[in-house]
């Protein structure tokens, strides 16, 4: 809970309700749909992060998902800090 509620403060989530245990309608926002696709120019001609999440899911990597969804996240925070 302590990471969704990071990810709605951060603007990467946004939802009706937020209680204890459960969230209620919980859509990513553009800020977090840009994240997802974002590129590093080291990557360039490979798959987005976004892409390369639903391989990993689609495939049941959980490791490979993991480490996706850091790589997600660490993109998202440098974009909050330019």
Known sequence: MATTRWLIDAGY???RDVGERHILNATLTPKALEAL???PDSLNGKPS???R???AAKAGTTQV???TAQ???SAGIKA???
């Open 53 to 55: 999440m639903v391989s």
């Open 80 to 82: 909050l800090m330019m």
């Open 49 to 51: 992060i976004g892409e």
């Open 65 to 67: 998902l993991r480490a």
């Open 13 to 15: 989530i946004q939802c």
């Open 71 to 73: 790589e997600a996240i």
């Open 37 to 39: 696709n974002a590129v």
